[in-house]
Nanobody
């Protein structure tokens, strides 16, 4: 029905940059919001950044990434990006894409997850 495909993770040195992308496909009627979460080993999954797709494009960031990460979207392509600058070793985690989507022909919004992409920042 819906697939979220992430790309762009990898290994980078501290202070470097990476951009991860997530493209949604399937029988999409409407997307309310998209976002990025991350989960480091032994830690809970946490919200990194989110963006409103259906309304005003407003964004929300975790305090730990404010000023360093930027979330953006290409609504026509159902794609969200996360530009990560000034990366730190503590940013190392699996990054998961999340989208709140209403399937075509339905009325209810549901959350969908991507498979995750590894981001590793070396010191």
């Amino acid at each position: 029905q819906v697939q979220l495909v992430e790309s762009g993770g990898g290994l980078v040195q501290a202070g470097g940059s990476l951009r991860v992308s997530c493209a949604a496909s399937g029988t999409i009627g409407n997307i309310n919001a998209m976002g990025w979460y991350r989960q480091a080993p032994g830690k809970q999954r946490e919200l990194v950044a989110s963006i409103s797709i259906s309304r005003d494009g407003s964004t929300n960031y975790a305090d730990s990434v404010k000023g360093r990460f930027t979330i953006s979207s290409d609504n026509a392509k159902f794609t969200v990006y996360l530009q990560m600058n000034s990366l730190k070793p503590e940013d190392t985690a699996v990054y998961y894409c999340n989208a709140n989507i209403r399937l075509r022909g339905t009325f209810k919004f549901q959350n969908y997850w991507g498979q995750g992409t590894q981001v590793t920042v070396s010191s």
